[in-house]
């Protein structure tokens, strides 16, 4: 063989050998396409305190499963110290490519969110909002609690016009929450926008984890500190407002129309329940179905998505027992929380 046939086949192969090389490196190196099936989503919830929460964790499981997503479900509780268990817990697991958080608190994540940052997570947050630096995570999706607050002052207003002065007492929500923390400073925001009634909060207390059973008996505190001068009540979520009623009716006094008005947050079945009896005189929309959102920004992580949204803020509407109870009840049919 000729040495000039033996050289073009020398060339002819590492030609072939670098065209296979460089196949396999852009092969290897093509960027992979994650998809929904791809995911496994390590979920850290705050806990189960309210008809709220437990929409807004079947919106994630009942997501999850549709769309072929692995879910690690975590129940914080609603303790702090649980939840950076998780997101450590989380960070170690090499099959979580993804932690969501929906927080109890709003800081003391800092630590966990960088730690889960170096180990390439995609991190990200719903339902409440935390202070900690937007580097930290991906983005935050969840409702404009300060303005839920504004639209529970508007509402407060509206129920008790014709009255020049009114005294509101607010049930607030775990204290350490952001949901809590922005109604309470929504509302007071808003209160003297009222033209038609000076209103004054008398007094506010919170009930630790949501407690519906702390907030009755807080509301029956009130009603011996404040004996015939609450004219209105601000729950912070469905929970609240209807443990003010009850402890209000097992009074002697009337929720609704002729007697202490309440406002609510969530617009929870339950709380259509007392809209649609006249008791509960409006509840402030809040969205718990959120988890379609969520998983599309985590797949956009996932596949290098850039330049997204630091926070998307829910679409919510608000509702009143003067809609009439058939109006209340054809919209609850269709609500699926
Ligand atoms: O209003 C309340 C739940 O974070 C928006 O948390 C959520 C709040 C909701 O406990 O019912």
Same mark, same amino acid.
């Given at each position: 063989?000729?040495?000039?046939?033996?050289?073009?086949?020398?060339?002819?192969?590492?030609?072939?050998?670098?065209?296979? %090389?460089?196949?396999?490196?852009?092969? *290897? @190196?093509? &960027?992979? /396409?994650? $998809?929904?099936?791809?995911? +496994?989503?390590? =979920?850290?919830?705050?806990?189960?305190?309210? %008809?709220?929460?437990?929409?807004?964790? *079947? @919106?994630? &499981?009942? /997501?999850? $499963?549709?769309?072929?997503? +692995?879910?690690? =479900?975590?129940?914080?509780?609603?303790?702090?110290?649980?939840?950076?268990?998780?997101?450590?817990?989380?960070?170690?697991?090499? $099959?979580?490519?993804?932690?969501?958080?929906?927080?109890?608190?709003?800081?003391?994540?800092?630590?966990?969110?960088?730690?889960?940052?170096?180990?390439?997570?995609?991190?990200?947050?719903?339902?409440?909002?935390?202070?900690?630096?937007?580097?930290?995570?991906?983005?935050?999706?969840?409702?404009?609690?300060?303005?839920?607050?504004?639209?529970?002052?508007?509402?407060?207003?509206?129920?008790?016009?014709?009255?020049?002065?009114?005294?509101?007492?607010?049930?607030?929500?775990?204290?350490?929450?952001?949901?809590?923390?922005?109604?309470?400073?929504?509302?007071?925001?808003?209160?003297?926008?009222?033209?038609?009634?000076?209103?004054?909060?008398?007094?506010?207390?919170?009930?630790?984890?949501?407690?519906?059973?702390?907030?009755?008996?807080?509301?029956?505190?009130?009603?011996?500190?404040?004996?015939?001068?609450?004219?209105?009540?601000?729950?912070?979520?469905?929970?609240?407002?209807?443990?003010?009623?009850?402890?209000?009716?097992?009074?002697?006094?009337?929720?609704?129309?002729?007697?202490?008005?309440?406002?609510?947050?969530?617009?929870?079945?339950?709380?259509?329940?007392?809209?649609?009896?006249?008791?509960?005189?409006?509840?402030?929309?809040?969205?718990?179905?959120?988890?379609?959102?969520?998983?599309?920004?985590?797949?956009?992580?996932?596949?290098?998505?850039?330049?997204?949204?630091?926070?998307?803020?829910?679409?919510?509407?608000?509702?009143?027992?003067?809609?009439?109870?058939?109006?209340?009840?054809?919209?609850?049919?269709?609500?699926?929380?």
């Amino acid at each position: 063989m000729t040495k000039s046939r033996t050289l073009r086949i020398v060339v002819a192969v590492a030609v072939c050998a670098m065209v296979a %090389g460089c196949s396999n490196s852009t092969a *290897s @190196s093509a &960027k992979k /396409t994650y $998809t929904m099936k791809d995911m +496994t989503v390590g =979920f850290i919830q705050t806990g189960s305190e309210s %008809g709220w929460r437990g929409a807004n964790t *079947s @919106s994630f &499981k009942e /997501t999850a $499963t549709a769309d072929g997503i +692995t879910l690690k =479900f975590y129940d914080s509780q609603n303790k702090i110290e649980n939840q950076i268990t998780a997101f450590n817990t989380f960070i170690q697991d090499s $099959t979580v490519n993804v932690i969501v958080l929906a927080a109890v608190g709003t800081t003391g994540y800092d630590e966990v969110l960088k730690a889960a940052k170096a180990a390439g997570k995609v991190v990200i947050i719903e339902d409440r909002r935390i202070e900690a630096d937007a580097s930290l995570y991906y983005t935050y999706i969840g409702s404009d609690f300060n303005k839920e607050g504004h639209k529970s002052a508007a509402a407060m207003c509206d129920l008790l016009k014709g009255k020049a002065t009114a005294n509101i007492i607010e049930l607030g929500g775990d204290q350490a929450a952001s949901a809590s923390i922005d109604r309470h400073k929504g509302f007071a925001e808003a209160l003297p926008d009222c033209t038609t009634t000076k209103m004054t909060v008398l007094d506010y207390q919170n009930a630790p984890g949501w407690d519906p059973v702390q907030g009755k008996a807080i509301m029956e505190a009130f009603l011996k500190k404040y004996p015939g001068q609450i004219d209105g009540v601000f729950g912070h979520n469905d929970e609240q407002a209807i443990a003010g009623i009850q402890a209000a009716e097992a009074a002697g006094l009337t929720a609704g129309t002729g007697g202490i008005v309440f406002v609510g947050v969530d617009a929870t079945a339950n709380g259509f329940k007392y809209l649609i009896n006249g008791k509960l005189g409006a509840d402030i929309e809040c969205n718990p179905l959120l988890a379609p959102q969520v998983y599309k920004a985590a797949l956009d992580a996932l596949n290098g998505v850039t330049g997204q949204a630091t926070w998307t803020p829910s679409e919510e509407g608000q509702f009143f027992a003067a809609q009439g109870a058939a109006a209340l009840q054809a919209i609850l049919d269709t609500r699926k929380y």
